[in-house]
């Protein structure tokens, strides 16, 4: 993957949603809840006025409607700022 995030932007591969039935039903995909941790793949640079502290391996928590989604070689991943990110784990 030639991906690289630009200025204080990270990429992270989100975690695969839990599988979850209620009573031996199985719950499609649309309605399955949107994963809040993975992984970070690739960090920019930071800016002049924020330092990137983030790091390509670090597992991390990010808010339910942070980044943008995008799809690479048929692998998700969401691209956001490294504000959008909540902690670290």
Do not use: C, F
């Not at 992270?12 to 039935?21: D, F, L, R, S, Y």
């Not at 330092?51 to 956001?80: N, Q, R």
């Amino acid at each position: 993957m030639n991906i690289k995030p630009l200025a204080d932007r990270v990429l992270i591969a989100p975690e695969p949603a839990e599988e979850k039935t209620v009573g031996g039903i199985i719950i499609p995909d649309s309605a399955k809840e949107k994963p809040l941790k993975g992984k970070v793949v690739a960090v920019g640079h930071g800016t002049k006025d924020e330092e990137m502290v983030l790091k390509a391996g670090d597992m991390v928590l990010y808010g339910k409607y942070a980044g943008t989604e995008i799809e690479v070689d048929g692998e998700k991943y969401l691209i956001m700022r490294q504000s959008d990110v909540l902690a670290t784990l």
